[in-house]
């Protein structure tokens, strides 16, 4: 016979963040994105910066330049948009934790002004630090120990009715770490933030498959096509213009130590 097991701290806090997504209207599309270029020149630098964080500040740079990434629906006292200010890019980090390996959402504020090495050291501090070393960590380790219907009560009242404060714990975008490979994917991935990427780690000969799911209250389909042409000129445009540029630093660096 089997057995019954409760739901552990991590599969709680997943649990929270699928049902809110499962009531958001999502759309989501699949486009491979020609990368070529942007693969020889992050193949020219040690320790080579990460596609989370190249396709990170790509976003955030179109985000800034498009409200509408920045903007929520919420339905409560009557629906409305609320457009935020700046960007928030929420990560979703794998972490051991009581002999679990669970998930937990790391916050990196106004990506876009800071450069890919500063993103790429925060990238590996939440990825390597110890969960009790980040307070947003602790706090989502905390919340999911509270039962079920306060949880759900707390997620719809933020989620409902005060979209400022979504932005804190959802951010304006949201990124997995793990890529589609071999397997391309659907492009539908589930997330509480208007927007959500799924990166592709593994790019075969700089063809990259990008997913990407958005809530259709807020965005459409032609205009969300739109904004993935403009993450790709982001990303063959500024964000490789400052790989080059990393490049020729440390080249500098290295013949004047010669």
């Not at 669970?102 to 500063?118: N, Q």
């Not at 905390?142 to 949880?151: D, L």
């Not at 259709?216 to 042409?229: F, Q, S, T, Y």
Request: hydrophobic share 40%.
């Amino acid at each position: 016979m089997g057995k019954t097991i409760r739901l552990s701290n991590g599969r709680r806090l997943v649990d929270d963040v699928i049902r809110v997504a499962q009531k958001t209207p999502l759309a989501s599309f699949r486009r491979d994105l020609d990368l070529s270029e942007l693969v020889k020149l992050r193949n020219q630098i040690r320790p080579r910066i990460s596609w989370n964080v190249l396709f990170m500040k790509a976003y955030a740079i179109v985000s800034v330049d498009n409200p509408v990434l920045r903007t929520a629906y919420a339905s409560l006292p009557w629906p409305y948009l609320y457009e935020h200010d700046e960007t928030v890019c929420i990560l979703t980090v794998s972490k051991e934790h009581e002999n679990e390996n669970r998930l937990l959402f790391a916050r990196i504020t106004r990506p876009e002004i800071f450069t890919l090495l500063e993103l790429q050291e925060k990238f590996d501090y939440f990825r390597r630090c110890d969960l009790n070393e980040v307070r947003q960590f602790r706090h989502q380790v905390f919340f999911a120990k509270f039962p079920s219907w306060i949880r759900r009560l707390v997620w719809a009242t933020i989620f409902k009715a005060f979209p400022r404060r979504r932005l804190k714990n959802m951010g304006t975008f949201g990124m997995t770490l793990s890529g589609y490979g071999e397997t391309k994917g659907t492009g539908n991935v589930l997330g509480p933030a208007t927007s959500t990427l799924a990166i592709d780690l593994l790019p075969r000969k700089g063809i990259s498959f990008f997913g990407y799911t958005f809530d259709h209250r807020v965005l459409d389909g032609k205009p969300a096509m739109d904004m993935i042409e403009q993450l790709r000129k982001a990303l063959l445009g500024p964000i490789a213009d400052e790989l080059r540029s990393i490049i020729e630093q440390r080249k500098a660096v290295t013949e004047q130590a010669a």
